[in-house]
């Protein structure tokens, strides 16, 4: 796309296939993202629904195995907490220590919710205290960061949306212009003058494309 509206040759898709890589990682930097964003989500149900059972009055193991067919039905069998828990359960029948199984987890889901919340169900399976209050206390607290973290995101959902339409628009435009005026666009094509002129604009062009994407990514992360 990039070749054909700024250069219309074939030949350019050469030196800009370095700009699809960048796009590729940049891609499946968001998708990862998503994926513990929706991980995380899931997780805040799981450690409610784990602290009622401890509530009620089942083991720390069992409250762990009951939840995952509460996930399973919220969720569905294909989910990824349902998948995690199934890796637990069968870690706590071979006999694997649950804050073990819970560290593993953590690392595996690189998020720093599911990370603080294994720290704290480590500390206190260490030291013997109400595993109930302490397991109800961290799942309010962590739920309730999840939670304005989702509600950064659908502010934050606007602001990402205009940035799509600001990226589209230079396309739509020349494709608009030259749908419109055949030829008004053609000294920028097939000439060293215009060959300098439209890389300097797809520099631009790129350059604001990745800087909008780092303000709202730094606006977020930090919030």
């Given at each position: ?25 940049d ?76 560290e ?11 990370g ?52 589209l ?55």
């Amino acid at each position: 796309m990039l070749a054909y509206f700024f250069y219309k040759s074939i030949i350019a898709v050469l030196p800009l296939m370095f700009l699809g890589v960048l796009y590729y990682k940049d891609l499946k930097k968001q998708s990862i993202k998503k994926q513990v964003i929706t991980l995380e989500i899931q997780f805040k149900e799981c450690i409610l629904c784990v602290s009622g059972y401890l509530k009620a009055g089942y083991a720390v193991e069992n409250a762990f195995r009951e939840s995952e067919k509460d996930m399973e039905l919220l969720y569905g069998p294909q989910a990824m907490i349902v998948t995690e828990l199934g890796i637990i359960r069968r870690g706590i029948i071979m006999n694997i220590p649950l804050e073990t199984m819970l560290e593993d987890f953590a690392k595996r889901s690189a998020s720093s919710h599911i990370g603080q919340f294994s720290q704290v169900f480590a500390i206190a399976k260490k030291t013997g205290g109400n595993m109930s209050e302490i397991m109800r206390s961290t799942a309010e607290l962590i739920s309730r960061d999840i939670e304005s973290g989702q509600e950064i995101r659908t502010v934050l959902s606007g602001r990402r949306m205009e940035q799509n339409i600001m990226k589209l628009m230079p396309f739509a435009i020349i494709l608009y212009v030259g749908l419109t005026s055949r030829g008004y666009f053609d000294t920028l094509y097939g000439n060293l003058f215009g060959i300098l002129v439209m890389t300097v604009c797809l520099v631009v062009y790129v350059f604001a494309y990745y800087f909008g994407n780092h303000i709202l990514n730094k606006i977020e992360s930090e919030s």
